[in-house]
Nanobody
Framework: QVQLVESGGGSVQAGGSLRLSCAAS????MGWFRQAPGKEREGVAT???????SYADSVKGRFTISQDNAKNTLYLQMNSLKPEDTAMYYC????????????????WGRGTRVTVSS
């Protein structure tokens, strides 16, 4: 059974940084998603096996997705955090590599909470 485990969440003041980690990598496409209280889950960033990345407009220039295949770990470096970044963050894996919609991601972690205070 595929198991994705996120870590690195916590509480930080606006302008601060956090780095999320996800134990699992090597899939055709991996991504980070988030769900804020009372809102639908949204995509944050994705990374394909060839290293190509994509980001939600709201995090471009502030967040960086990366992976270390030797360590089987996916990362999300989050800088210049804003209160609106407060959410539960999930990593997910798309073994087929379509990497287009949330439905393409078959495997999910349980999430790690990020809270940004103003």
């Amino acid at each position: 059974q595929v198991q994705l485990v996120e870590s690195g969440g916590g509480s930080v003041q606006a302008g601060g940084s956090l780095r999320l980690s996800c134990a699992a990598s090597g899939y055709a496409c991996m991504g980070w998603f988030r769900q804020a209280p009372g809102k639908e889950r949204e995509g944050v960033a994705t990374i394909a096996r060839d290293g190509s990345t994509s980001y939600a407009d709201s995090v471009k220039g502030r967040f960086t997705i990366s992976q270390d295949n030797a360590k089987n770990t996916l990362y999300l470096q989050m800088n210049s955090l804003k209160p609106e970044d407060t959410a539960m963050y999930y990593c997910a894996a798309d073994p087929q590599g379509y990497c287009v919609t949330e439905a393409d991601f078959r495997y999910w972690g349980r999430g790690t909470r990020v809270t940004v205070s103003s």
